[in-house]
């Protein structure tokens, strides 16, 4: 078995800033701490650079982009509505520690960000991230549409259903606890939000995105 690579934590916003040695430290930073932003890194010494910088240079740091489409496609797929949001979710293996979050899609400036928790997959978490957007434009009395990179996850609220086979234990617990409650909200709530799928092949990855790939 190999051995796990060891990580160090940047938090740039959190109830204490800095560099942490362990998850669970990290952690104690970011909970119930809204907006905060954290990233891992291999090496402390990484880490301890990043801390010095600016965190958008890390996180979803915009990266050049030149489509493989021919003019024509992208003529035809046209440019991003900048009146929305974007949603984006990452996964640390599959199960793995999960987080989602939203941001705005002209400005990337976050919006709301949830987790990370211990074991979830990708999908829930796109699923999530829908969700929570369309609550939180509805709170807000918004126009704005939704955008996400995630065809499953449109499905599954369609069908107001997360219809995940990630099995439910002890360390996941919390987060099927928030699957129920959003598939809740979905069957309980009305909404005229339009969720759309990012073009990622014309425009590149979704603004959400956490930049890990």
């Not at 002890?170 to 598939?183: G, Y």
Request: charged share 25%; hydrophobic share 35%.
């Amino acid at each position: 078995m190999s051995k796990k690579k060891k990580k160090y934590y940047t938090v740039w916003k959190g109830h204490h800033i800095g560099v942490f040695k362990t998850w669970d430290d990290c952690k104690a930073q970011i909970t119930n701490f809204e907006g905060a932003i954290y990233k891992s890194f291999e090496t402390f010494e990484a880490a301890k650079q990043a801390l010095k910088g600016n965190y958008k240079d890390y996180i979803g740091k915009t990266k050049s982009f030149k489509s493989a489409l021919t003019p024509e496609q992208l003529k035809k797929i046209g440019n991003p509505n900048y009146n929305s949001i974007s949603v984006d979710a990452a996964s640390s293996g599959n199960p793995g520690k999960m987080e989602y979050r939203g941001v705005d899609t002209k400005t990337k400036k976050q919006l709301f960000i949830q987790g990370p928790f211990e074991e979830g997959t990708n999908n829930i978490g796109e699923f999530l991230a829908i969700v929570h957007g369309l609550a939180f434009l509805k709170k807000h009395n918004s126009n704005k549409i939704i955008y996400t990179d995630s065809k499953t996850a449109i499905s599954w609220v369609k069908k107001k259903n997360c219809n995940t086979k990630l099995a439910r234990n002890q360390k996941n617990e919390v987060l099927f606890e928030l699957v129920e409650r959003a598939v809740n909200w979905l069957k309980t709530n009305t909404y005229q939000t339009v969720i759309v799928k990012w073009e990622t092949k014309a425009w590149g990855e979704i603004p959400a995105d956490f930049g890990r790939k």
